[in-house]
């Protein structure tokens, strides 16, 4: 929430962050952060361990319309299913799996842990007002696994790994 909460004040923003695990909290918020550390399954776990979290995500982000951002596994669970040791079920909110990384050059390093440079895909208003492409915007990683998409509409921006 600090994070979040010097985001805001540098940025001019007046805003509440409300850490919680009470699903009806989730249900009644504006706009919804989904974070995520670790693996995929376990994420994805923890939003069912509390009673009515995973109806509560879907339900302010699909059915009353409210901006949702997913940062790292929390990105992920949007996915159809993550593929990290197991097969675990996702929000199925865009088309496709998250899968080990496989660079295509044999130097790379995984986990890939350092700064990339993202490139959008599309406009979008979640990046107005930030600089984007080699000079811009650059978003720091630390993982091993990615979603690979199936419809190109889906996807606002990329970072590329080795391929």
Not at 46 to 70: I, N
Not at 113 to 120: A, H, K, P, V
Not at 131 to 141: D, I, M, R, S, V
Request: aromatic letters at 6%; hydrophobic letters at 40%.
């Amino acid at each position: 929430t600090k994070a979040f909460e010097r985001a805001a004040r540098e940025a001019g923003i007046a805003a509440t962050i409300d850490l919680t695990a009470d699903a009806e909290r989730v249900r009644s918020a504006d706009r919804v952060v989904l974070p995520g550390v670790g693996a995929y399954a376990d994420c994805a776990a923890g939003l069912h361990a509390v009673p009515g979290m995973w109806e509560a995500v879907e339900e302010a982000a699909l059915r009353k319309g409210r901006p949702f951002l997913g940062i790292c596994v929390g990105m992920q669970l949007m996915s159809q299913r993550g593929l990290e040791k197991t097969i675990t079920k996702g929000l199925g909110w865009i088309a496709g799996d998250v899968k080990e990384i496989k660079p295509s050059d044999p130097t790379l390093k995984i986990p890939q842990i350092g700064w990339n440079t993202i490139e959008l895909t599309r406009e979008h208003p979640l990046f107005s007002g930030i600089e984007t492409g080699p000079k811009g915007l650059h978003a720091y990683f630390v993982h091993s696994y990615h979603l690979e998409a199936k419809n190109p509409g889906e996807v606002l921006a990329v970072a590329d790994y080795g391929g």
